[in-house]
């Protein structure tokens, strides 16, 4: 039996349900390990192990390490301008875009705030990583929201990674040969 | 110019009983604000992303832009609320853009010059308002400052990183010396007819040239600090 396919209103619930920044520098479990390992798989980036940020001063230093992988962007990227095309095949360009502003208001200043929450609560006060945090995790609804409307399968990378964002981790980014979570 | 019997606005229910004239000058100035933020955030934020040299510089630059844009939208809803039609408050084929929306974003280093520069120049306008006769356009300046701010601290700290070695500062002062000259413009003309009804009802508190003047000062003084300079700029006659 397949399930319905979900809606945009599914969208924006699941991003106020989720426990955005929630489990960052909490200790890593076999369900993140496994859904994190999922994620590289599915973004099809080769043998990649699955490194850990232990704070938000980690974080910030990983995402800002110049060896970090340009090609999980592009590949990132990719799926995203595919995921474009086959939403405005399903409901035109105007309402896709409607549908994308819409979360995107929505989840914008809730993200945010829920990352300086995040932050404050381990003793850091930095607006910039914040906001970092906050835009990472907007383009993760963004990402939701393309493959919702697209009709992506649940193993889609970009499902997988707002899984992540769920759980309250932050999924951070590909350096040398292995991709960081938060 | 007649002196105006100072009025103040404290609601936007209380704006229907207003002048005409003022009624037009508030107008006026929202619907410059939400198209001008709607630019900023459609021609220079979010290609700015792909441009950005790290994921950190990355979702730094996105969330920028969602803060441009989500200027826009708060002013278009006051817009909306004092009965401006949505559609003046977009940007369109027949209004043409400010000059500044004009430049070809192509580099890091040219939006690093826009948010240390161009967002300078938003941050005297947004300041100019903060005393605004009309309340509620009053307190939307207050509400958009902490971020305006917020956008050109980010120019200075990139400049920061991208003064370290001597071709990352090379390239900031070349994209500066290109972008510089947009800027002036963007206070308006000298003898604006705007922005003298603007202060005559105390809508704004001062003249483009003064504005243009405290701006140029304030440039310098940013770009200085990290070792950077202005091209020359010739004020028209």
Known sequence: MTSPAPSPDDVGDAIAAASWFAAVGEPWTAADQ?????????LQLGMLRIAIAHDWHDAARITQDPGWSRTWWDIEEHQRQDLTLAAERQVGRHALMTALSAVMAAAGDLVHGKAALAAARAGIADPT????????AAMACHQLALSTIAQASESHPFRIKF????AGRWPLCAVGDAMYVF | MSEAEPIVVKTVAELKDAPEEFREAVAKLVISHAINEL???????EPAIALAPTPYAKWLTCRVAMEEY??????KQLGEQIGIPEGRMMPSDSKRPLSIFEFPLKTWEEFVTI???ADLA???QVEDLLHCAFHPLRNLARATMPEERFHAQFGEDFAAELVKTPEGKARLQDAINRYFPYLPAFFGGSKSRNNEIFRKWNIKLRTNDDMRADFLN??????????LSLPEYQEAA
């Open chain 2, 39 to 45: 630019y900023g955030a459609q021609v220079f934020d």
């Open chain 1, 34 to 42: 496994s859904e994190a390992e999922s994620y590289t798989h599915a």
């Open chain 2, 218 to 227: 304030r440039a310098r003084e940013v770009t200085a600090k990290y070792g």
């Open chain 1, 129 to 136: 990583l914040t906001r970092v945090a906050a835009g990472a």
């Open chain 2, 115 to 117: 948010k240390l520069l």
């Open chain 1, 163 to 166: 899984r992540l964002f769920a």
């Open chain 2, 122 to 124: 938003e941050i005297l």
């Open chain 2, 70 to 75: 989500g200027h826009h939208v708060r002013f």
